[in-house]
């Protein structure tokens, strides 16, 4: 695949990861590149944020520059508005193809939990510290994305 072109897919199909936790936010960022992950990773620390993202509302409105992620991966315990909070918003205002959603819990999280995440629309969970298997894994088997090999490594994209 020409550069140009993996630039420009880089652009439009971002990840977000929406984690405030600086050492969780270090080791995603360290198994996504082992995993050769070329997509763009946006990273918000609050589901406050989250939401303004998705929602393109104040400094995320210029699409261009903050575009609709491809997937979202979502850590539960967030402060101000849950994981829990984000899901029911995305449930309510993105429509179901486009909402793409992996669930990060902690080991401590409970099964509860994370039948709830699934009934609120996530896709899938990782048990957080990630490894490189079971990311890979998680990517695919989330509906609405293929992964791509491409020349500098594995990119996803809208299916």
Do not use: C
């Not at 080991?107 to 709830?116: F, P, R, S, Y």
Request: cysteine-free.
């Amino acid at each position: 695949m020409r550069y140009s072109k993996l630039v420009q897919m880089e652009a439009r199909h971002i990840i977000l990861l929406v984690e405030d936790n600086a050492s969780d936010i270090w080791h995603f960022r360290k198994v996504a590149r082992q995993a050769n992950l070329v997509n763009h990773i946006h990273v918000v620390e609050t589901g406050e944020e989250a939401i303004r993202y998705l929602a393109g509302e104040g400094k995320y409105s210029n699409r261009d520059k903050f575009p609709m992620p491809v997937l979202v991966f979502l850590d539960l315990k967030l402060p101000r508005i849950s994981g829990f909070g984000v899901l029911k918003w995305i449930e309510a205002n993105i429509l179901p193809a486009e909402s793409r959603v992996v669930v990060l819990a902690g080991v401590a999280d409970n099964l509860k939990q994370v039948k709830e995440a699934y009934k609120l629309g996530a896709q899938t969970f990782l048990v957080k510290p990630l490894t490189k298997p079971d990311f890979v894994n998680s990517l695919n088997g989330v509906r609405g994305i293929r992964l791509v090999r491409v020349d500098t490594g594995l990119y996803v994209d809208a299916a």
